[in-house]
Protein backbone atom coordinates (compact mmCIF):
# COMPACT_ATOMS: atom_id res chain seq x y z
CA UNK A 1 0.00 0.00 0.00
CA UNK A 2 0.70 3.41 -0.74
CA UNK A 3 0.44 6.72 1.13
CA UNK A 4 -1.06 9.97 -0.39
CA UNK A 5 -0.41 12.92 2.75
CA UNK A 6 -3.14 16.13 2.51
CA UNK A 7 -2.19 18.76 4.31
CA UNK A 8 -4.51 21.45 5.16
CA UNK A 9 -4.94 24.20 7.79
CA UNK A 10 -1.24 22.57 9.42
CA UNK A 11 -3.03 19.19 9.71
CA UNK A 12 -2.00 16.32 7.68
CA UNK A 13 -3.97 13.74 6.68
CA UNK A 14 -2.65 10.20 4.85
CA UNK A 15 -4.68 8.59 2.26
CA UNK A 16 -3.89 4.80 1.62
CA UNK A 17 -4.05 3.64 -1.91
CA UNK A 18 -2.75 0.67 -3.73
CA UNK A 19 0.33 1.77 -5.50
CA UNK A 20 -1.02 2.10 -9.30
CA UNK A 21 -3.81 4.99 -7.28
CA UNK A 22 -1.43 6.87 -6.07
CA UNK A 23 -0.99 9.65 -8.61
CA UNK A 24 -4.83 9.45 -9.34
CA UNK A 25 -5.37 10.25 -5.90
CA UNK A 26 -2.72 13.32 -5.88
CA UNK A 27 -3.88 14.38 -8.81
CA UNK A 28 -7.60 14.43 -6.52
CA UNK A 29 -6.06 16.04 -3.70
CA UNK A 30 -4.16 18.75 -5.08
CA UNK A 31 -7.42 19.51 -6.99
CA UNK A 32 -8.98 19.05 -3.72
CA UNK A 33 -6.87 21.26 -1.79
CA UNK A 34 -6.59 23.97 -4.59
CA UNK A 35 -10.98 24.76 -4.21
CA UNK A 36 -10.14 24.68 -0.22
CA UNK A 37 -7.60 27.29 -1.04
CA UNK A 38 -9.54 29.48 -2.94
CA UNK A 39 -12.47 29.45 -0.23
CA UNK A 40 -9.86 30.74 2.15
CA UNK A 41 -8.82 33.30 -0.26
CA UNK A 42 -12.00 34.24 -0.77
CA UNK A 43 -14.00 34.12 3.20
CA UNK A 44 -10.84 33.40 5.38
CA UNK A 45 -10.69 31.23 8.11
CA UNK A 46 -14.24 30.10 8.51
CA UNK A 47 -13.63 26.75 10.13
CA UNK A 48 -12.70 23.09 8.53
CA UNK A 49 -15.68 21.76 8.48
CA UNK A 50 -17.47 24.92 6.47
CA UNK A 51 -14.76 25.29 4.44
CA UNK A 52 -14.94 21.41 3.15
CA UNK A 53 -18.37 21.36 2.86
CA UNK A 54 -17.99 24.34 0.82
CA UNK A 55 -15.19 22.77 -1.62
CA UNK A 56 -17.24 19.53 -1.68
CA UNK A 57 -20.48 21.15 -3.01
CA UNK A 58 -18.66 23.61 -5.60
CA UNK A 59 -17.07 20.19 -6.64
CA UNK A 60 -20.12 18.21 -6.94
CA UNK A 61 -21.71 21.05 -8.87
CA UNK A 62 -18.84 20.80 -11.67
CA UNK A 63 -19.97 17.05 -11.95
CA UNK A 64 -23.40 17.83 -12.40
CA UNK A 65 -22.36 20.52 -15.13
CA UNK A 66 -20.25 18.21 -16.74
CA UNK A 67 -22.89 15.08 -16.79
CA UNK A 68 -25.08 17.65 -18.22
CA UNK A 69 -22.60 18.50 -20.85
CA UNK A 70 -22.09 14.58 -21.49
CA UNK A 71 -25.47 14.03 -21.71
CA UNK A 72 -25.79 17.45 -24.24
CA UNK A 73 -23.02 15.35 -26.36
CA UNK A 74 -24.91 12.10 -25.83
CA UNK A 75 -28.15 13.10 -27.54
CA UNK A 76 -26.31 15.10 -30.27
CA UNK A 77 -24.65 12.16 -31.29
CA UNK A 78 -27.88 10.17 -31.24
CA UNK A 79 -29.39 12.27 -33.22
CA UNK A 80 -26.05 12.46 -35.32
CA UNK A 81 -26.04 8.56 -35.51
CA UNK A 82 -30.09 8.27 -35.90
CA UNK A 83 -29.81 10.75 -38.89
CA UNK A 84 -27.05 8.80 -40.50
CA UNK A 85 -28.32 5.04 -40.39
CA UNK A 86 -31.54 6.47 -41.83
CA UNK A 87 -29.39 8.09 -44.68
CA UNK A 88 -27.94 4.58 -45.33
CA UNK A 89 -31.04 2.88 -45.28
CA UNK A 90 -32.37 4.96 -47.59
CA UNK A 91 -29.58 5.36 -50.04
CA UNK A 92 -29.47 0.98 -49.56
CA UNK A 93 -33.10 1.18 -50.57
CA UNK A 94 -32.19 4.05 -54.16
CA UNK A 95 -28.96 1.00 -54.76
CA UNK A 96 -31.37 -2.06 -54.50
CA UNK A 97 -34.30 -0.67 -56.42
CA UNK A 98 -33.03 -1.15 -60.05
CA UNK A 99 -31.82 -4.76 -58.93
CA UNK A 100 -35.72 -5.84 -57.89
CA UNK A 101 -37.10 -4.12 -60.98
CA UNK A 102 -34.73 -6.58 -63.28
CA UNK A 103 -35.77 -9.61 -61.06
CA UNK A 104 -39.15 -8.62 -61.55
CA UNK A 105 -39.49 -8.03 -64.90
Not at 14 to 31: G, K, M, P, T
Not at 47 to 58: H, S
Not at 88 to 101: G, H, K, N, V, W
Request: charged letters at 35%.
Amino acid sequence: MAEVPFTFNQRTYRFQCEEHDVARLSDIVSYFKSKLDELVIEHGAIGDERLILMAALMITDELFDTRADVDDLLEGSAAELRTAAIRSLESDDEEAEPERRRAKG
